[in-house]
T-cell receptor, first 112, second 116 residues
Framework: NAGVTQTPKFRILKIGQSMTLQCTQD?????MYWYRQDPGMGLKLIYY???????DKGEVPNGYNVSRSTTEDFPLRLELAAPSQTSVYFC???????????FGSGTRLTVV | GENVEQHPSTLSVQEGDSAVIKCTYS??????FPWYKQELGKGPQLIID?????GEKKDQRIAVTLNKTAKHFSLHITETQPEDSAVYFC???????????????FGQGTTLQVKP
């Protein structure tokens, strides 16, 4: 099993550009999450999904959007990239609400 | 909503010594507390977790303790080794709302350095 796979691993965007961070899992987990990690700030929840067709905002959703058309995929969309979105982004999944997460290896995004 | 504070932010120990990282949480309804280890350039990896019906849990050299009254929990690593050097995160389940969304609120992280 591959677990949680994130692509790309690195990306540089110019201010105002858009992109999609891909996340896919092969563990048939219903719950999926997107976090961003900034130095000294821990991980902040951007969006989450408890099943296909269901998404909801986390702590820091502004400037992002998500969709969940299948159980496996949970892409994160950045529209009009801003320098404040420079961060490392992690996708995670969980089989149920009372279990720990399996994280992907992350996407390091720089907006210049 | 839940808030998690983690201390210290950095910790340096000699190989073979013990290391302790402490976290406090704000929501007394939280019932699940995992710990993650993040090595350089990698995603966080679950190393141990504890639920609110248990006061302590051990797995070889690592243990977690939970004090529900004081709303704090701690990670204990004994006989530290250089490969224990990493960033460690605590987390607490956010039980806000009527449904269990599985959301975790993370502490700020502790960078542990084990000196040979």
């Amino acid at each position: 099993n591959a677990g949680v796979t994130q692509t790309p691993k690195f990306r540089i965007l110019k201010i105002g550009q858009s992109m999609t961070l891909q996340c896919t899992q092969d563990m048939n987990h219903n719950y999926m999450y997107w976090y961003r990690q900034d130095p000294g700030m821990g991980l902040k929840l951007i969006y989450y999904s408890v099943g296909a067709g269901i998404t909801d905002k986390g702590e820091v959703p502004n400037g992002y959007n998500v969709s969940r058309s299948t159980t496996e995929d949970f892409p994160l969309r950045l529209e009009l990239a801003a320098p404040s979105q420079t961060s490392v982004y992690f996708c995670a999944s969980s089989p149920q609400g009372d279990y720990g997460y399996t994280f992907g290896s992350g996407t390091r995004l720089t907006v210049v | 909503g839940e808030n998690v504070e983690q201390h210290p932010s950095t910790l340096s120990v000699q190989e073979g010594d013990s290391a302790v990282i402490k976290c406090t949480y704000s929501d007394s309804a939280s019932n699940y507390f995992p710990w993650y280890k993040q090595e350089l350039g990698k995603g966080p990896q679950l190393i141990i977790d504890i639920r609110s019906n248990v006061g302590e849990k051990k797995d070889q050299r690592i243990a977690v303790t939970l004090n529900k009254t004081a709303k704090h929990f701690s990670l204990h690593i004994t006989e530290t080794q250089p490969e224990d050097s990493a960033v460690y995160f605590c987390a607490a389940r956010d039980r806000g709302g009527s449904s269990n969304t599985g959301k975790l609120i993370f502490g700020q992280g502790t960078t542990l350095q084990v000196k040979p």
